[in-house]
């Protein structure tokens, strides 16, 4: 008898491993939005000083990583493809909407492939790899390590700048492409397998109780992603109309 697909059961230490993910993203965009608006002016350049792009990979590697982890978690349960893809569509539409908005606020910069068109390329790959086992380790190794060694011009273009083996970074708000990233996800991935196997207390054990605001932030991870921004520029622009500063 083939066993019945099951939906994957909530893991509360996982969903507040994310939420401290995406709490972490918000403070950082708030700083960005206040130095963006001219409201402040950090020592340190956003774009160029370690202080700021260390903690930019930190957060994105965090958040990759726990949808690896959570991708272990729905392989373990076995979550059938059409629950995958109905979650899929859902991310996928997002970094629709990512673009569109980011074509607005920044048309010579927008986001043609950031988080979440990456996560949506990257969590079907995960997905097919996910019986490969502990192969995914030098797999993830493989993808962390191609980006450094394989570089073309040719790929720097916006058709196929994704892959992420480009010469020079394309103009963009946010970029996160399939490569080295994947990597990430994947040790995610195989991290998940490995403590399913063997630690499951680890993934799946309680959680304090003053920590369970955290799950249920990361539960919502992707609403929490998407209103983040309108959320912190909407209050900042509002404020400076108000003159609050």
Same mark, same amino acid.
């Given at each position: 008898m083939t066993p019945t697909p099951l939906s994957p059961a909530r893991f509360d230490r996982l969903d507040a491993l994310r939420a401290v993910a995406i709490v972490w993203m918000a403070i950082f965009h708030f700083c960005f939005d206040l130095n963006h608006l001219g409201l402040w002016e950090p020592r340190q350049a956003f774009t160029r000083d370690p202080f700021w792009t260390l903690q930019r990979t930190a957060i994105v590697s965090l958040f990759v990583f726990c949808a690896g982890l959570g991708q272990a978690v729905a392989f373990d349960a076995r979550q059938s493809w059409p629950r995958f893809w109905r979650r899929w569509v859902q991310v996928a539409g997002c970094a629709v909407l990512v673009s569109a908005g980011s074509a607005l606020m920044f048309p010579n910069t927008w986001i043609h492939f950031g988080v979440l068109h990456g996560m949506a390329v990257m969590l079907v790959l995960a997905r097919l790899a996910a019986p490969l086992g502990a192969w995914l380790w030098p797999l993830g190794a493989l993808a962390l390590a191609l980006p450094r060694f394989v570089q073309h011009a040719s790929l720097d273009g916006?058709?196929?700048?994704? +892959? =992420?083996?480009? #010469?020079?970074? *394309? *103009? #963009?708000?946010?970029?996160? *492409?399939?490569? *080295?990233?994947?990597?990430?996800?994947?040790? =995610? @991935? /195989? /991290? =998940?397998?490995?403590? @399913?196997?063997?630690?499951?207390? +680890?993934?799946? =054990? &309680? @959680? /304090?109780? &003053?920590?369970? &605001? +955290?799950?249920?932030?990361?539960?919502?991870?992707?609403?929490?992603?998407? @209103?983040?921004? &309108?959320?912190?520029?909407? /209050?900042?622009?509002?404020?400076?109309?108000?003159?609050?500063?």
């Open positions: 916006p058709g196929l700048n994704w +892959l =992420g083996l480009v #010469t020079r970074k *394309p *103009p #963009t708000e946010d970029y996160v *492409p399939v490569l *080295p990233w994947l990597g990430v996800m994947l040790w =995610g @991935l /195989a /991290a =998940g397998q490995w403590l @399913l196997r063997h630690r499951r207390d +680890l993934l799946a =054990g &309680p @959680l /304090a109780a &003053p920590l369970q &605001p +955290l799950a249920l932030l990361g539960r919502w991870s992707l609403s929490f992603y998407m @209103l983040h921004q &309108p959320v912190l520029l909407g /209050a900042l622009l509002g404020g400076r109309g108000l003159g609050l500063w």
